[in-house]
């Protein structure tokens, strides 16, 4: 039997940072061990296909939550990553930082080396920015373009009502201020954590990749974790480590294996009828995401709809694609939007706006209709509190690994989440009622905050808000006594050889995208674990 240095749980994002920091000395013998397969097909590759993959089964995990009692009980949808790359693999590529706020607060929150000063030094290695003038910021592995020169003339609606109400412009990346998203993007492909970091360090003997390989536990001696057991191809196999195993499955499924594994809240253990191994009651908690309100308006002007609306239209970008790596295809329609502030006399932007020149508003089965629009012109505004208070939980509903664990949001639970709902509501009415976007639109296609109270543009969100995918916190890094479950170094408190890697250890959700800062936190991780840390 193979024994590795390190056994890395997941290939999505964190975990295809770690396999290339962590083999690139040649030495260390690193496993990686991903429950889905290759990531080497056009859905993926192509970022129009993010319309597919959105439901994609061999792909996407597909979870959902439980009953949301604020949200009138409604049920949502969680996409999550299967497959080399994970949800680099399957998101709308939108590249942001977040606010160095975030971070400072992760600091405050008992993490020395995790402020703003110390993030940034790790996303200057991360990023190789691609100027809308072509020129280039950086020599990291990742790619970070800016395609604005391409997105939809209609954008410049939006910015024009940016600059009517007085917000600020700035770079969606590194802080606050509107303006076009930069995406993860190179050539006209999409440009994923696998393709970054993952790929290229294949090639190495030390590294060794396994797909399609579902774990089912960690392999423990007392409290030290020693290997994994994992299903591959309708057998149990197990794989030791006389390193570390590092847990890289994401905010949902690296809390289940912590608890089917015997590490979690003591009393659900005992109920599923497994060891408790160590009681540790944060592990699934301070569940935390970003929850959306999306406005849809008519307008004469053509938008994406009159390209991805027709087959001719759709015709005519295949090939632009297929010639040049240009056009609709190559691109996010996630095209505009930014980091603002509700109300001037707030510290920091507390909303995350975005702007798409296109509109879906018929709800198809497991579908995502970018290729279906809507027959008329039409684009979708919208908006998200940066930094909700509500906090749910993810637990075990069954001691199968494979089963799906209960989802539990909360969302809308505290009165600071319900008062930013009606801000945000409120800020897009601003922007809708400015002469740019007011002139362009020619009436709303469902409801709309303009003209409308507090309690009906709250009742609206309760009916109709959304995840924007970005579930995060539940192996909180924090001391133990605050609730944490791993430490500064993201070594899981009370366990020995057993760290988590993903955005499961935010001590708080950034205010942005998710993605940027699940990348930096393991190239930090990886810095780290080669220091001995």
Known sequence: MDIWDYIIIGAGSAGSVL???????????VLVVE???TD?????RVPIGYGLTFHGKSVNWRMHSEPDPELNGRRMYWPRGKGLGGSSSINAMVYARGLPGDYEDWASAGNPGWGAADVAQVYARVERRIHADGTRTGNGPLWVSDRSPE???????????IRALGLPEGDTVTGEGAGPYCTTTRKGWRHSAADAFLRPAMKRPNLRVITGAEVLGLMLEGRRATGIRYRRGGQIMTAECRGEVILSAGAVKSPQLLQVSGIGPGDLLQRMGLPVVLDAPGVGGALQDHLAVTYTYRCEEPTLNQVMGSRKGQVMAALRYALFRDGPFSLSVNQMGGLVRSRPDLAQADMQLYFNPLSY?????????????????????SFNPCRPTSRGRIDIASPDPTAQPAIRPNSLSTARDLDDMVAGGRLIAQLMEAE???KL???AHGFSPVG???????ADARDRAGTVYHPCGTCRMAPQEAGGVVDPTLRVHGMDRLRVVDASIFPNITSANTNAPVIMAAMRAADLILSGA
Do not use: M, N
């Open 452 to 458: 409308q109270q507090d309690d009906a543009i709250l």
């Open 151 to 161: 997105f939809h003339p209609l954008g410049r609606h939006y910015i024009d009502a």
């Open 441 to 443: 639109a020619v009436a």
């Open 35 to 37: 429950a889905g397969g």
């Open 40 to 44: 080497r097909r056009p859905d993926i």
């Open 436 to 438: 740019p976007l007011r």
């Open 361 to 381: 508003s018929t709800v198809y089965r497991d579908k995502r209709p970018l290729l279906r629009p809507d027959p008329w012109p039409g684009f979708i505004i």
């Open 19 to 29: 396999a290339e920091r962590l083999s690139a000395d040649g030495r260390a013998r």
